[in-house]
């Protein structure tokens, strides 16, 4: 054979280590790659009739793995994996509605769901009619013959409230529209939504499944023919989650049945703890729930629990929360959520900012809010040090 040059051996070294033929590593690799080769025209028919491995935005084996994970977790037929949250948001509504459509979403939703609803479908003629999900009454008045989704968070954000999902499910069936349901805040550890009628479920991989803080990526859980549907769209648009972040929340998956059910116990002692405190004016979690949301809490979560999420409300004097914030050894500001340290974030500066303050305070926003991520510290630690720092509002 002849010596070839070192710029063209180079690139063909190490092709043939131990582990790339895949006769079992312990671990997934990592398919950092573009694109699978072929060795003829008659392969890649072969591998294209398969649905084998092309293009790294087409399909790639971390993200085919993630998404069975997500599958079997939330009890669908099939998921997609996406480069974000929002991804998983985004497309599945773009492909399903038409314009003239309709979309019905509680009034209580991320600010970003909330800014694509009315900015990107708006802008294709899909109106969205916003309605505080507390009052089903209002919810099946508002429902119209063009409403063709109906979507919820399964706990609102920050007010931790319980949306009714087997009623929504009721009537979207009814009224020939699809649910579908954030379970971001929630988990499939806490509630598979599926279960309740959901029709698409979607997770911010990027929070607690992945649960470390370092990859984001979405997920949609659904029916094998409404993935087929959203797919290409998928594609086309470019959301397609990459090989590494696949690879990281896979990973961060592989613990989650350690580490949720930790943090949603530790959410109920700190909730419990909170609740107790007479300079603390109000505290949000399921767990504290009285009337019909603490039947539905039942209903929903029984004895899985519900959220590592929660908010409490300190006096309204911001040089006093700040010196509370600087006295707390563990948590701190960070505008996400879902990691391995608790951290908080402060609605009305962040995730609420652009609402009129009228607004904010009717669903029970207001400046002293404090929203708390739970993360895996020791319970009683974390108690001692927001004990401590409480000490700043005398
Ligand atoms: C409830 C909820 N859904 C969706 C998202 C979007 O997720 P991502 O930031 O991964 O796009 C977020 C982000 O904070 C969220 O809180």
Redo the contacts with the bound molecule.
Sequence with gaps: MEDFKRASEILYKGEHARGMDLKKPETLPIFETTAFTMNSLSELAEVTADKGWTYHRTRNPNRAALAEAMSYLEGGEASLIFA???GS?TVPMITLLQPGDRVLCNANI?G??FSTLRDVLGKMNVQTDFVDYLDMDAVRAAIKPETKLIYS?VVS?PTVKIADIPALAELAHKNGALLMV?N??TSPFAIRPMDFGADIVIN?L?KFLNGHADA?G?SMTTTQELVDKIRPVSMLIGTPGDAFSSWLILRGLRTAELRIPRQIKTAEKLAAFFANDPRITAVNHPSLATGRQKELADKLFGENGSTPMMSFVLPEDIEKIDAFMKALRFTRYAP??GGLRTTMSHPVTSSHFSMPDEQRRKIGITPGMIRLSVGLEDPDDLIADFSNAMKVFG
């Design positions: 974000s949250g929002m948001i991320y970003e769901t968070e954000n954030d971001t805040f911010s990027t984001m979405g996400t959520l």
